[in-house]
């Protein structure tokens, strides 16, 4: 049997203070579409966050994660939408890459492919 694959891992964890109190942990994954790195978070009371499945080699990420290139590095016109189930990412067809409307699995993570 193989060893199961990395596809998702903690990036920064920081710890709110006030009346919240809850871990707000952000976690990266390589885009085999855009090819950049990706990140969402869990906990604490500012938005965006998304609900995760807690496995890192087979994650779940609910909703949606979409990424304009206003905000990135990936052009004028860049925009990468996806959901992740059971370690695939599902491109949807807003995306400006090759992989719009494909599902693949998520690759590798490796340290070099998100910083």
């Given at each position: ?8 891992r ?24 855009c090819g ?12 965006p ?11 779940t990420v609910?909703?949606?994660i ?13 925009r ?8 695939r ?14 599902t693949?699995?998520?690759p ?5 492919d998100?910083?």
């Open positions: 049997m193989s060893e199961p694959v990395l596809r998702v903690v990036y920064a964890s920081d710890f709110m203070s006030g009346e919240d109190e809850k871990e707000d942990i952000r976690y990266v994954f390589h885009c085999p579409g950049y790195g990706h990140w969402f978070k869990t906990g604490g009371t500012k938005r966050k998304w609900e995760f499945n807690d496995d890192l080699y087979r994650p609910r909703p949606s979409l990424v304009n290139a206003q905000a990135t590095h990936l052009g004028p016109n860049g990468c939408h996806s959901f992740i189930t059971d370690g990412i599902q491109f949807l067809m807003d995306c400006w890459h090759d992989l719009r409307g494909m693949v699995d998520l590798e993570l490796e340290e070099e998100c910083w």
